[in-house]
């Protein structure tokens, strides 16, 4: 079992930065994968970054280069810095796990761009 919290949602203007915050309620070296997942208003859930239990990473183009995903292993925690954000980055924005063979989800944390 893993539980997922998130947090560093917010309110913020276009071309400002915000850092989103999972963690991770067991030590994520017992995780395959950690990603962060996003859902705009009518349209579907995408993936934004992974990361591996091996560190390795990968990021939706839509966002290379604005969005990095890295992670604090003391803390169990994975983090989403965003920067240079816009309006299309509005989206409720959710912690994925992958362990055991199940995929847990966080219960998501709000990201609103203003223009």
């Known amino acids: 079992q893993v539980q997922l919290v998130e947090s560093g949602g917010g309110l913020v203007q276009a071309g400002g930065s915000l850092r989103l915050s999972c963690a991770a309620s067991?030590?994520?070296?017992?995780?395959?994968?950690m990603a962060w997942y996003r859902q705009a208003p009518g349209k579907q859930r995408e993936l934004v970054a992974a990361?591996?239990?091996?560190?390795?990473?990968n990021v939706a183009d839509s966002v290379k280069g604005r969005f990095t995903i890295f992670r604090d292993n003391a803390e169990n925690t994975v983090y989403l810095q965003m920067s240079s954000l816009n309006a299309e980055d509005t989206a409720v924005y959710y912690c994925?796990?992958?362990?055991?063979?199940?995929?847990?989800w966080g219960q998501g944390t709000q990201v609103t761009v203003s223009s």
């Open positions: 067991r030590s994520i070296f017992s995780i395959n994968r």
């Open positions: 990361i591996t239990v091996g560190g390795n990473t």
């Open positions: 994925y796990a992958f362990a055991d063979g199940k995929v847990y």
